[in-house]
């Protein structure tokens, strides 16, 4: 049995240009509504990467400056551990007050000293020699370069004592006191002789009128000049020792 069709091809066609407009409608209405979400999400997206973006600027502001800051500091600390290691280096390590003060302790009135003389000297080596050894006080614009340069690091000072005493026995007694003191060690005399000194003395003479007269008169006495050369004792033998050992 054969169906008949009596709507006409212009209906059927009418109709099948409806459906596919409401199609394409609904599919640019569907690509409409993507498009805002897409919108919406990108705006949003841009927004928090900008807001992102501000705060890391801000943070690498503020790492620059405090990444300069460290790097001043650390310039600062580095040049204030050089000048530490050349005060080291030139540190005498020595109280001058205080070996001066042992020094007006052990000496009596029967002794009087003309020099004392204070000389950095490098300790020995295996062999015995001394490498290198110059004056603590050096005369201002004076040349430091090559030999007479002074010493510095690890030194050790010799202490020359020049004077005369009343007596022999006196030069004795010092040389006794300066071992037996704990600021100097290794005390060795280098000379003592006897020397002839004229002192001038004056005699007042009282006359019958009442008055005074100072007569002078010149006098040979007879002192022992002498010369003492010691080391302070300011350092420690072993551990110069294990230094040269290291150095060598």
């Given at each position: 049995?054969?169906e008949?069709?009596?709507?006409p091809?212009?209906?059927?066609?009418?109709?099948?240009?409806?459906?596919?407009?409401?199609?394409?409608?609904?599919?640019?209405?569907?690509?409409?509504?993507?498009m805002?979400v897409?919108?919406?999400?990108?705006?949003?997206?841009?927004?928090?990467?900008?807001?992102?973006?501000?705060?890391?600027?801000?943070?690498?502001?503020?790492?620059?400056?405090?990444?300069?800051?460290?790097?001043r500091?650390k310039?600062?600390?580095?040049?204030?551990?050089?000048?530490?290691?050349?005060?080291?280096?030139?540190?005498?390590?020595?109280?001058?007050?205080?070996?001066?003060?042992?020094?007006?302790?052990?000496?009596?009135?029967?002794?009087i000293l003309?020099?004392v003389?204070?000389?950095?000297?490098?300790?020995?080596?295996?062999?015995?020699?001394?490498?290198?050894?110059?004056?603590?006080v050096?005369?201002?614009?004076s040349?430091?370069?090559?030999?007479?340069?002074?010493?510095?690091?690890?030194?050790?000072?010799?202490?020359?004592?020049?004077g005369?005493?009343?007596?022999?026995?006196?030069?004795?007694?010092l040389?006794?006191?300066?071992?037996?003191?704990?600021?100097?060690?290794?005390?060795?005399?280098?000379?003592?002789?006897?020397?002839?000194v004229?002192?001038?003395?004056?005699?007042?003479?009282?006359?019958?009128?009442?008055?005074?007269?100072?007569?002078?008169?010149?006098?040979?006495?007879?002192?022992?000049?002498?010369?003492?050369?010691?080391?302070?004792?300011?350092?420690?033998?072993l551990?110069?020792?294990?230094?040269?050992?290291?150095?060598?």
């Amino acid at each position: 049995m054969k169906e008949i069709d009596f709507l006409p091809e212009w209906y059927k066609s009418g109709r099948r240009r409806q459906v596919s407009v409401r199609r394409q409608y609904i599919a640019l209405g569907g690509i409409f509504v993507v498009m805002i979400v897409w919108n919406f999400v990108a705006t949003h997206s841009i927004a928090r990467t900008e807001a992102e973006l501000k705060q890391m600027s801000a943070m690498t502001s503020s790492t620059e400056s405090t990444s300069q800051e460290f790097a001043r500091v650390k310039d600062l600390l580095h040049a204030a551990a050089e000048k530490a290691n050349i005060l080291k280096e030139i540190d005498s390590k020595i109280d001058v007050a205080g070996v001066l003060a042992e020094m007006s302790f052990l000496i009596d009135n029967r002794i009087i000293l003309s020099k004392v003389e204070f000389s950095a000297e490098r300790f020995a080596d295996k062999q015995g020699a001394n490498v290198n050894s110059g004056s603590v006080v050096r005369v201002a614009g004076s040349n430091f370069a090559g030999q007479g340069a002074p010493p510095v690091g690890d030194v050790r000072f010799k202490v020359v004592i020049n004077g005369v005493a009343a007596d022999a026995s006196d030069v004795a007694a010092l040389i006794c006191k300066l071992e037996n003191s704990p600021y100097f060690c290794q005390v060795v005399p280098s000379f003592s002789r006897n020397a002839e000194v004229k002192v001038k003395t004056n005699i007042i003479v009282d006359l019958p009128s009442a008055n005074k007269s100072v007569l002078r008169s010149t006098e040979n006495l007879v002192l022992s000049e002498f010369e003492i050369s010691c080391y302070l004792a300011n350092y420690s033998e072993l551990i110069i020792a294990n230094r040269l050992q290291s150095v060598i």
